[in-house]
């Protein structure tokens, strides 16, 4: 171990909002058990870009003892987050994500699965549906009424074309294996240079998909434009865990 400055997280101040998460270029943080947490020191840098973005003032740098910064190994962890193969994630030393738990669901047997025939049909109203795939000058955003997935979303709803997704224009993507950052690039833009009517966001319950929320929110903000937001949150099984919808409030920057 060496002196060295580091961030450090204030628990008591701490609500779990997860914009440092965002902030932090190196993924040195994450959010467990409903607070910011250091995954590993070496992660962090400390030269502290995600404090100015915490809004509880829960993060700050103190020069203490602590494992030296290791970029190699960052970067090697940064590949981890977007999914690409690193050696740690085939030896199995990397930590998995929570919401990753193996489950194997029951279910119905073929005497109970439906007619084809009777096959809703798609409520799908775009393409491409991939947010880095989606041109944000779309002539389809202008007045539209914007569904953002997380794309485990509608493999895990089977009523997300007739619950989530009808009169809705649909973007997905992984808050957890993607770039976040150009989420909210390509999102403010979006925002910024279309009528969008309203936001509804689609996420699991699992805790890495929490990230979501935390980017569209930031993309509204950096957009300067209040829009009404409902944001959803979906069980494994499928099932609706929590709805709640928020007006078109004052976003920081706006007069």
Known sequence: MITRDIVEIDEEKCDGCGDCVIACAEGALEIRDGK?????????????????????????????????FDEEAMEEHLKTLRGEQ?????????????????????QPSSEMEPDPKDTPASALSNWPVQLHLLSETAPFFKESDLLIAA?????????????????KILAVGCPKLDDTAAYVSKLS???AKNDVR????????VPCCAGLVHVVHKALEASGKAIPVTTVKVGVRGEINEEEERGASRVKGQS
């Not at 690193?86 to 029951?106: R, S």
């Open 198 to 205: 309203s936001v509804t966001i689609g996420y699991m319950e």
């Open 36 to 68: 910011a947490r250091i995954i590993r020191e070496i992660y962090c840098d400390g030269l502290g870009a995600c404090i100015g973005e915490c809004p509880q003032g829960a993060l700050t740098i103190v020069s203490r003892e602590a494992d030296a």
């Open 86 to 106: 690193t050696e740690e994630t085939v030896t199995g030393i990397q930590t998995a994500c929570p919401g990753a738990k193996l489950v194997h669901f029951q």
């Open 151 to 167: 794309d485990c979303v509608p493999f895990a709803m089977g009523g997300f074309h007739q619950r989530l997704l009808r009169g």
């Open 189 to 191: 833009s979006i925002f």
